[in-house]
């Protein structure tokens, strides 16, 4: 199928082939693998014009699974890997964070994939004296801003979305991730077939919630098209757990681009490990956004 000016491979009897984006959501909602589907009733899409063609936002992940590691690292090897437009967030004197993340979209709307991603979390972008992000809110996922070295996906429908229509860098490779109550492990293959990263944790006791009463919020700030773009994603957190200062993260760093990313941090240690065994989320198109003259 076309993507802009790019063809992709997608099941043929996909979300995305038989939907192209206006999934039908009392079909979704029959799936087994969905536990609700309130969350997206309350969203209702918008046809617009973007760098990958006429596309319906925001992009439906229905049942998804998400594990994330929290590292603190000193500001000075952070704000190295950033643009100049941008700081990281910071949590003490000469300290910021950075995440290291692995997904699992079991049903959305460009079908199944996994991916996985390292960030750093950034201050937000503001014009004027307006409060700063509350530390304690980005800490829990509250509402966080980041920009993103790197993330991988499997499919080439992820890779041409993300890339081409939201500025993410990302490329495809092989990507093994299961996470359920007991265990989140993942697995990143680099170019050559063997280990990028590995993750393998005990997941946090999980607690479950209402649909919508824990919604988390993260901005992410990209390069496309020649400007700055800001991309919001809403995640309904459904059922989830954390543990502060986690002793064993049973992260393994091989070669590749998210270990070279991960070692060029110079993580101290993790300080949040968050375990999301059931989710949901709504992806916006990226908004272009100023950035105040420095």
């Not at 992709?8 to 038989?18: E, N, T």
């Not at 041409?160 to 500025?167: A, L, T």
Request: charged share 20%; proline share 6%; glycine share 8%.
């Amino acid at each position: 199928m076309e993507l802009g000016s790019r063809k992709v491979s997608v099941p043929c009897d996909g979300l995305f082939a038989r939907y192209r984006m206006d999934t039908d959501l009392d079909v979704v909602e029959a799936d087994p693998r969905v536990s609700t589907v309130d969350f997206f009733r309350t969203l209702p899409k918008t046809k617009v014009e973007s760098a990958i063609g006429t596309t319906s936002t925001p992009n439906f992940y229905y049942a998804m699974s998400k594990a994330q590691i929290s590292f603190v690292a000193p500001t000075k090897a952070l704000r190295s890997r950033l643009p100049d437009a941008l700081d990281p967030l910071t949590v003490a004197p000469g300290l910021g964070l950075f995440s290291v993340i692995i997904f699992r979209y079991d049903v959305c709307d460009i079908d199944f994939y996994t991916e996985a991603t390292v960030g750093i979390a950034v201050k937000e972008v503001r014009h004027g004296n307006l409060p700063p992000v509350d530390l304690l809110a980005a800490l829990g996922n509250d509402h966080l801003y980041t920009y993103v070295l790197s993330l991988p996906v499997n499919t080439e429908i992820a890779q041409v979305r993300g890339h081409d229509g939201y500025g993410f860098p990302k490329w495809v490779t092989d990507i093994d991730i299961d996470i359920d109550a007991r265990r989140a492990t993942g697995r990143v293959a680099n170019d050559d077939g063997g280990t990028d990263i590995a993750l393998s944790v005990a997941t946090p006791k999980q607690k479950k919630v209402a649909s919508g009463e824990s919604v988390s919020t993260l901005t992410s700030y990209t390069e496309l098209n020649g400007g700055w773009n800001q991309t919001l994603s809403q995640t309904n957190n459904l059922v989830f757990g954390s543990d502060l200062l986690p002793g064993d993260v049973g992260l393994e760093l091989g070669s590749g681009r998210l270990s070279d990313d991960i070692r060029s941090l110079k993580p101290k240690r993790p300080l949040r490990l968050d375990v999301f065994t059931e989710c949901q989320n709504a992806l916006h198109i990226p908004v272009p956004v100023s950035f105040p003259a420095r």
